[in-house]
């Protein structure tokens, strides 16, 4: 473990902290004045990380980096660097990958093993306070109990591997923390876009992929119905609801509080590309191809890769909890539509990550 700045014993520890909510999570931490350890996998992730923060004005006086291992059960921790870390009271895991294609094996090892051996480790910190595990809007609560062999290749037939590794591990978690009296909380975020403000995100995939081709002319068709619905969150709120659930979370171990985090004002998503289309001045598509026929026409026609269909559902989900929480911390949601239109700037800026632009020296940075 590496302590450039300063020996004060970390409170709060984020795991996949080089991610886009991970390193957002770690600047709101670092801001309120935490001391917090950055889980990182190399000496390039580490250092792409601490530029980061170094060009969003971050202080970094309380920050202490960590060189973790997730496929090891003990986080390949030596004894040492477990003990600078006694005093950690929250854990937060934002570690996974999100990507589309993946195998059944590649996607496990990723998002349940992993996230299996972060909260197993967790669970045996003397001073834990809370554990705090991002799952995804369309995998929190599916399952009630971890899947059996033929429900799991069910699940992965059905679901494809990305979407099927965060269900089971929603499910997996739920069981580790009732058996081993861990307490956890789950974070349910919908599609994360770019900051409210500047509308940085650096992740191009996912709605961001839907928004690039309709930028290029390569959206002929709107892909479901009238009322599908894709929400999307602010990073910059959800690091900010992160931050804030060990502090009004309570809840005992024989629970465990869910969170669905999403701006219930997000329209439909015909509207949402009929109005980016409006906002970027390209031509907007004229028809709609409903779901089951993109199911059923090959990928090389459709260019969709089927593992999003998914995604492309009418159905809404409970805030309720993730509502409570933020009357109860004072957060602010930012408004939809602003934030979804610098969103899209920024990637059109960016030409969607394929040529990333150096950020204007004047550009805001994450806290004004």
Not at 182 to 196: A, H, K, M, Y
Not at 290 to 299: E, M
Not at 330 to 347: F, H, I, K
Request: include cysteine; hydrophobic fraction near 40%; charged fraction near 25%.
């Amino acid at each position: 473990m590496r302590q450039p700045h300063s020996p004060t014993p970390p409170h709060a520890l984020v795991l996949g902290a080089t991610g886009l909510i991970g390193r957002r999570l770690l600047a709101e931490l670092l801001h309120g004045g935490q001391a917090a350890a950055a889980c990182t996998r190399s000496d390039g992730s580490e250092a792409a990380l601490l530029s980061w923060l170094r060009g969003h004005d971050v202080p970094t006086a309380r920050l202490t980096t960590v060189r973790v291992d997730l496929a090891r059960p003990d986080l390949g921790l030596d004894t040492a660097t477990a003990h600078r870390l006694r005093d950690v009271r929250d854990v937060y895991n934002c570690a996974g990958r999100y990507r589309f294609g993946m195998d059944r094996e590649e996607a496990r090892a990723a998002n349940v093993d992993s996230a299996l051996h972060a909260l197993t480790w967790a669970s045996r910190l003397p001073g834990l306070r809370r554990a705090v595990h991002v799952t995804g809007y369309r995998a929190g609560g599916v399952l009630t109990a971890p899947p059996s062999p033929a429900e799991a290749d069910r699940l992965y037939r059905e679901h494809g591997a990305y979407e099927a590794a965060k269900i089971e591990s929603d499910a997996v978690v739920r069981d580790l923390a009732v058996r081993e009296g861990l307490p956890l909380s789950i974070v349910n975020p919908s599609t994360v876009i770019g900051d409210s403000e500047t509308g940085e995100s650096g992740q191009y995939i996912g709605l961001a992929q839907t928004v690039r081709d309709l930028w290029r002319g390569r959206l002929p068709l709107l892909p479901g119905g009238p009322s599908t619905f894709v929400p999307v969150v602010t990073v910059d709120h959800l690091a900010r609801f992160l931050a804030a659930v060990p502090d009004h979370d309570s809840a005992g171990t024989a629970t465990v509080p869910a969170h669905w985090v999403l701006d219930d004002e997000t329209p439909p998503l015909h509207e949402l590309l009929r109005g980016l289309a409006a906002h970027l001045s390209v031509r907007a598509p004229r028809g709609r191809v409903p779901v089951g026929l993109l199911r059923r026409l090959p990928r090389a026609l459709t260019g969709v890769e089927p593992e999003t269909l998914s995604f492309l559902s009418a159905d809404r989900y409970d805030t309720a909890s993730a509502d409570a929480l933020v009357r109860a911390a004072g957060l602010t949601p930012p408004p939809v539509w602003p934030s979804l239109t610098r969103w899209a700037d920024r990637l059109v800026a960016e030409d969607f990550g394929d040529r990333p632009r150096p950020r204007p020296r004047n550009a805001p940075t994450v806290r004004p």
